[in-house]
């Protein structure tokens, strides 16, 4: 049986690295892999934390990219790769532009594809945007489902989304089996000069497309005011190389007492950074998933979220991204102990660390 994994952004590298390594023990799979190259120095960073090397590298990352570039680059520069490998099924991840695109691609060679972390749903098709309509495309070419959670198996039972449907658990808790180490040293020389006894860290991440603009202002805004108030407190925010996320990033965070601007982290110095810090602030899906595991409260900052679980289970909190509702809600966090002592404790909905099993085991039975 021959394999290939397609993906293009780093939240999809750190949830299909851990498949490859487990697709790879299996001789009588031969697993491929081609990059899009959606992201460039944010992708060879969990390409390199992996130690995997890519066979096919699309390369098509722009500095001022748009949806339909991505889409029509990713579409073009694919279908030779789909052609020569005529592999027995393609794998994509999520819901990215990339994603979308290489499952269409695959349809259009009529390649079954395997569709890792469907069926997450917000119902919104504006939020976020595209990811909710790009998994919504791709859950419907899809011929295999790996859904993370009863949940999302339920969302795709709705859609009538029957066959093939498979719980396997998130592949980004198998991921900790290569990034997470005790006595961890950091890369980074910030990460390595704070002192964990003395100071809590709050862990901030932001990016969506929908919040830029204000509502990333307002997230800036409220971070500036948390500084301000709490001496004790070491904002570290690792900034996506997006520029119109630099740009407001920048503009109101840099130079301010207690927060660190910093580049992108590699996913080792990242998952080992979630396990020391206190809190987590962010907008991202992959934190949202990772935190609950470490205990660590995790505030989203965006008006829905497709990850209900870990909201049922007391460790995440919605609290939009109006610069008051931000502040506020981390500000409680921060000071009062035992509504801290709520939200952190420990679980595990998405995943007991064996989700690449599962897949490799459905993909070996087809
Ligand atoms: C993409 C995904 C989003 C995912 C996010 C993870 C789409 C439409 N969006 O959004 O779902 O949550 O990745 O981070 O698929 N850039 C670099 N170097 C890099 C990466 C990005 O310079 O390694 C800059 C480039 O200028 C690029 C810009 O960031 O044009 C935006 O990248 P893009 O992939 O279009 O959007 P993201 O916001 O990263
Ligand atoms: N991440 C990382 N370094 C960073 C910021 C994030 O390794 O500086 C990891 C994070 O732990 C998670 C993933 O990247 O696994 C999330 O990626 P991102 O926020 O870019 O995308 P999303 O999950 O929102 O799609």
Same mark, same amino acid.
Do not use: W
């Given at each position: 049986?021959?394999?290939?994994?397609?993906?293009?952004?780093?939240?999809?590298?750190?949830? !299909?690295?851990? #498949?490859?390594?487990?697709?790879?023990?299996?001789?009588?799979? /031969?697993?491929?892999?081609?990059?899009?190259?959606?992201?460039?120095?944010? #992708? +060879?960073?969990?390409?390199?934390?992996?130690? =995997?090397?890519?066979?096919?590298?699309?390369?098509? !990352?722009?500095?001022?990219? &748009?949806?339909?570039?991505?889409?029509?680059?990713?579409?073009?520069?694919?279908?030779?790769?789909?052609?020569?490998?005529?592999?027995?099924?393609? #794998?994509?991840?999520?819901?990215? &532009?990339?994603?979308?695109? $290489?499952?269409?691609?695959?349809?259009?060679?009529?390649?079954?594809?395997?569709?890792?972390?469907?069926?997450? %749903?917000?119902? *919104?098709?504006?939020?976020?945007?595209?990811?909710?309509?790009?998994? @919504?495309? &791709?859950?419907? =070419?899809?011929?295999?489902?790996?859904?993370?959670?009863?949940?999302? +198996?339920?969302?795709?039972?709705?859609?009538?989304? /029957?066959?093939?449907?498979?719980?396997?658990?998130?592949?980004?808790?198998?991921?900790?089996?290569?990034?997470?180490?005790?006595?961890?040293?950091?890369?980074?020389?910030?990460?390595?000069?704070? *002192?964990?006894?003395?100071?809590?860290?709050?862990?901030?991440?932001?990016?969506? %497309?929908?919040?830029?603009?204000?509502? @990333?202002?307002?997230?800036?805004?409220?971070?500036?005011?948390?500084?301000?108030?709490?001496?004790?407190?070491?904002?570290?925010?690792?900034?996506?190389? *997006?520029?119109?996320?630099?740009?407001?990033?920048?503009?109101?965070?840099?130079?301010?007492?207690?927060?660190?601007?910093?580049?992108?982290?590699?996913?080792?110095? !990242?998952?080992? @950074?979630?396990? +020391?810090?206190?809190?987590?602030?962010?907008?991202?899906?992959?934190?949202?998933?990772?935190?609950?595991?470490?205990?660590?409260?995790? @505030?989203?900052?965006?008006?829905?979220?497709? %990850?209900?679980? $870990?909201?049922?289970?007391? &460790?995440?909190?919605?609290?939009?991204?109006? /610069?008051?509702? =931000?502040?506020?809600?981390?500000?409680?966090?921060?000071?009062? /102990?035992?509504?801290?002592?709520?939200?952190?404790?420990?679980?595990?909905?998405?995943?007991?660390?064996?989700?690449?099993?599962?897949?490799?085991?459905? #993909?070996?039975?087809?």
């Amino acid at each position: 049986m021959k394999i290939l994994m397609v993906f293009g952004t780093r939240p999809e590298a750190i949830k !299909m690295c851990p #498949l490859a390594l487990e697709l790879r023990k299996h001789k009588e799979i /031969e697993c491929k892999i081609c990059l899009t190259g959606q992201h460039r120095e944010m #992708l +060879r960073q969990v390409m390199e934390a992996f130690e =995997i090397q890519e066979d096919y590298n699309l390369n098509i !990352m722009r500095k001022s990219q &748009t949806l339909t570039t991505i889409t029509t680059d990713v579409l073009e520069k694919l279908e030779p790769v789909l052609i020569e490998e005529k592999p027995d099924v393609v #794998l994509v991840h999520g819901d990215t &532009t990339t994603s979308f695109a $290489a499952a269409l691609a695959s349809f259009y060679q009529q390649i079954p594809v395997g569709h890792v972390e469907a069926g997450l %749903r917000t119902g *919104n098709i504006y939020s976020p945007y595209p990811e909710e309509m790009n998994r @919504l495309l &791709t859950g419907r =070419i899809a011929t295999y489902h790996f859904a993370p959670t009863e949940r999302n +198996r339920s969302n795709l039972l709705s859609e009538n989304i /029957e066959k093939n449907v498979y719980v396997t658990g998130n592949t980004v808790i198998d991921s900790f089996k290569t990034t997470v180490k005790e006595n961890y040293v950091f890369h980074n020389p910030v990460l390595c000069n704070i *002192n964990y006894t003395d100071h809590r860290v709050v862990l901030v991440t932001a990016h969506r %497309r929908e919040n830029l603009g204000l509502p @990333l202002q307002n997230i800036c805004r409220a971070i500036k005011r948390l500084a301000e108030r709490h001496t004790d407190i070491e904002v570290i925010y690792p900034v996506h190389l *997006n520029p119109a996320v630099r740009e407001t990033v920048y503009d109101i965070l840099d130079g301010v007492d207690r927060i660190k601007l910093i580049e992108p982290m590699d996913v080792l110095d !990242m998952h080992n @950074l979630i396990a +020391r810090c206190n809190l987590v602030l962010t907008d991202s899906g992959g934190l949202q998933e990772e935190a609950p595991s470490f205990g660590k409260p995790v @505030l989203v900052m965006r008006t829905e979220t497709e %990850r209900p679980e $870990a909201v049922d289970a007391g &460790t995440v909190k919605v609290v939009g991204v109006k /610069e008051e509702d =931000i502040f506020s809600a981390a500000n409680l966090l921060l000071e009062n /102990e035992g509504e801290y002592k709520l939200m952190a404790h420990a679980v595990n909905p998405y995943g007991d660390g064996h989700a690449c099993e599962r897949i490799v085991t459905v #993909l070996q039975n087809q």
